[in-house]
């Protein structure tokens, strides 16, 4: 078996040259409608897929970071009072203008990122939708006329926090960036996005088409730069009304606890060890290609990545055939070649993490099924230096085994054979994780049973990995709290406030006050 790659010698070039044209002043914290220049550490950007620099810029440091937030408290003001009519129409002008930019969008997260084109495309498209469908929700979010007891007409209105920090990952820079700026800008809010130091670009972009369809100065703000720093500090300053946080299970508890800490409440979106779950009675290709999109789109950077194969004996030895065949079909090559399906690791330090784990996957008694070998025209040609891990499938994966439980968050996936339904239940339900699952079977009240059984956010049947902003989305466990799309989130962005009018004048409060 071996995997097929196309290689050409242009990401790093493309990748500065698309920074340069787009961002000619460079790089830095977007703020007020403009790219402002740090005072701190300096940041360089590589390309994954080369491992060349092709972009630098300086952290904005704490005091870089109180001035975002103070811009966006102006912000927060200006785009609150804004008529909710008004604020629709300019919401459908910032879905129109990523629609029309989207080929531009597509081209610079590919570039600076390294995923592949034919899925960057499709983001970019997507975070079109997002600002499409909470425009529609702008104007709609009503209180409730309450019944109480005595003279009173009671109502309650739902009030923007007022500032809104999302912290949002490398895997999706621009796909995570609009999937929580899009809901609290609808509800009224300002919104700071620190996107991760790795993979700024594409945000700062974002931002500044937002910025040119209508949203008012402060509204939209990037703080691009380091955890430690502009991370720490969003976190903590008390005028920032909620954070909402994408990344790992460590990370998103400290912020959490930093935000507890000034009196902010979080929304969490962490990790995930799903499990994909095949029974004898499925469509054996269907799934077997279902296997394929949930762990390997995206080079299986995704925390729903579908990273846990288990299968049912009788079909067991066929069906990991059937996989590690379809895998070694996968190409590997630049990304902006429409043609590659699997890019490179998007961060180094995690490109060291990947490999570690399928070491200790295969210590632990895995066997590797796949080919670990990249192909000779990928590591001979300027590809060669980048982030490259090929799709990885162990078999043999048991409870034991540390991929078991660990999440790997690259191409990477672990099988194994369970006799009964209740076995696979037990195993898939047996991680602190719960963000997503999905069942194989031709059984339909099989598949409700298992659906219903396995906790999880999110749950597929005879599917894998489709989602859509207008469908809830979030975890259990120590996958997160708190749902990041939906209509239901536009609750996790407003306040309730409940107002009471007396309908005829009252009686005095205490005897000696009656005239």
Not at 119 to 148: C, H, N, S
């Amino acid at each position: 078996m071996s995997t097929r790659s196309m290689s050409t010698a242009t990401t790093a070039f493309s990748a500065r040259a698309a920074v340069d044209a787009v961002f000619p002043q460079g790089l830095g914290t977007f703020l007020d409608g403009h790219i402002v220049t740090g005072s701190g550490e300096d940041i360089t950007l590589t390309a994954a897929a080369t491992g060349e620099a092709f972009a630098s810029f300086s952290d904005p440091a704490s005091e870089g970071a109180r001035a975002v937030v103070a811009s966006a408290v102006r912000g927060a003001t200006a785009w609150g009072a804004t008529d909710a009519f008004e604020r629709a129409v300019i919401l459908r002008n910032v879905s129109r203008s990523i629609a029309e930019h989207a080929e531009e969008l597509a081209l610079l997260e590919s570039t600076t990122t390294g995923k592949p084109l034919r899925d960057t495309r499709a983001e970019a498209a997507k975070v079109a939708e997002m600002f499409g469908y909470y425009a529609g929700w702008a104007d709609k979010l009503t209180g409730q006329t309450i019944p109480v007891p005595g003279d009173w007409h009671t109502y309650t209105e739902r009030v923007p926090w007022g500032v809104v920090v999302a912290i949002t990952p490398w895997n999706a820079p621009l796909f995570t960036a609009g999937w929580n700026a899009a809901a609290p800008l609808a509800a009224g809010n300002a919104v700071v996005v620190k996107p991760s130091e790795f993979t700024p670009v594409s945000t700062l972009r974002l931002a500044e088409l937002a910025h040119q369809a209508g949203l008012p100065d402060g509204a939209f703000n990037v703080a691009a730069g380091l955890g430690a720093t502009v991370g720490a500090a969003l976190t903590s300053d008390p005028r920032v009304g909620k954070v909402s946080f994408i990344g790992s299970v460590a990370t998103g508890r400290r912020v959490a606890v930093a935000a507890a800490e000034a009196g902010i409440p979080t929304v969490l979106e962490l990790g995930g060890k799903s499990a994909n779950i095949v029974f004898a009675d499925a469509d054996l290709d269907r799934a077997a290609d279902g296997a394929i999109a949930a762990v390997f789109s995206g080079a299986g950077q995704s925390c729903v990545a579908g990273s846990r194969l288990l299968i049912e004996r009788g079909i067991h030895a066929e069906f990991v055939e059937r996989v590690a065949e379809r895998a070694a079909r996968l190409r590997l090559g630049d990304p902006l070649d429409p043609a590659t399906e699997v890019g490179p690791i998007i961060a180094a330090p995690q490109f060291a993490t990947v490999a570690s784990l399928i070491e200790a996957g295969i210590k632990d008694g895995g066997r590797l099924v796949t080919d670990a070998q990249l192909p000779a025209d990928l590591t001979s040609s300027a590809l060669a230096g980048g982030h490259w891990v090929m799709p990885t499938l162990l078999d043999g994966v048991t409870p034991a085994n540390r991929l078991e439980t660990t999440e790997v968050f690259g191409p990477v996936v672990g099988a194994d054979a369970f006799d009964t339904e209740a076995e696979a239940i037990e195993r898939a339900n047996g991680t602190a994780f719960g963000l997503a699952g999905a069942v194989w079977t031709g059984d339909v009240s099989r598949a409700h049973h298992v659906a219903r059984s396995v906790k999880a956010g999110t749950f597929w049947v005879n599917a894998y990995k489709t989602i859509h902003v207008a469908v809830p989305f979030g975890g259990f466990g120590d996958s997160g709290h708190g749902r990041s799309s939906g209509p239901g989130v536009l609750d996790e962005y407003t306040q309730t406030k409940a107002v009471w009018v007396p309908t005829r004048a009252a009686g005095a409060p205490f005897p000696s006050l009656s005239y």
